[in-house]
């Protein structure tokens, strides 16, 4: 028989010193300190992986306990079975949530950095674009995001027969961008919106 115990979601901001067990019955059974805490388990978690912690929950099984760590990242979500006695990690699992929202909204994007089909992508409301078609000729070539979070945007204009042309790369909290001509030319160009 399985009982859990939700830990609590938390932030990264606030993880260190706050996660903690208090207690929790388990058919009349107190357990009140587990051997590995839950902000022990969080930083076993952090060594594989950078992100945003979304849940904590102590499970108990008749044989084991453990913690599920949830951690989602800017392209994954992955979930940690950690041993709630030993610390070791007994079990993994990630998602990749950018496939997911796209199978959601029924979006496809091209992630490919050597195939890229002929679909373009609506990027007329990025904020980079008007830039990118002031300072390229953009004609008969589609945009192909390879990398989209919260840091940065990169992707490639790409002709029909997928010939690459153009790079683009938009650092997203300080507005700069730099075009880079992929054919020989070098940097087109490296500004601020």
């Known amino acids: 028989m399985k009982r859990n115990l939700l830990i609590g979601t938390v932030a990264v901001t606030s993880i260190l010193g706050s996660a903690a067990i208090v207690g929790a019955s388990d058919d009349n059974n107190i357990v009140d300190n587990q051997a590995f805490t839950a902000e022990q388990a969080i930083q076993t978690a952090f060594e594989k992986v950078e992100g945003f912690v979304q849940e904590v929950e102590l499970s108990f099984e008749e044989d084991e306990n453990y913690y599920e760590v949830q951690i989602e990242s800017s392209a994954n979500a992955y ?115």
């Not at 990630?94 to 997911?100: D, G, R, S, V, W």
């Open 79 to 193: 979930e940690f079975n950690i041993d709630a006695a030993t610390g070791k990690i007994a079990g993994q699992d990630i998602k990749n949530t950018i496939e997911e929202k796209q199978e959601e909204t029924g979006q496809k994007l091209s992630f490919d950095n050597s195939n890229y089909s002929n679909e373009s992508v609506n990027v007329t409301s990025l904020e980079e674009y008007n830039t990118i078609i002031d300072q390229v000729n953009t004609e008969g070539l589609t945009f192909h995001p390879v990398t989209d979070n919260q840091g940065n945007r990169i992707m490639f204009l790409v002709d029909a027969d997928g010939k690459k042309h153009f790079k683009t790369i938009f650092i997203k909290h300080d507005n700069l961008l730099k075009i880079i001509d992929v054919n020989g030319r070098g940097q087109v160009y490296n500004g601020s919106l």
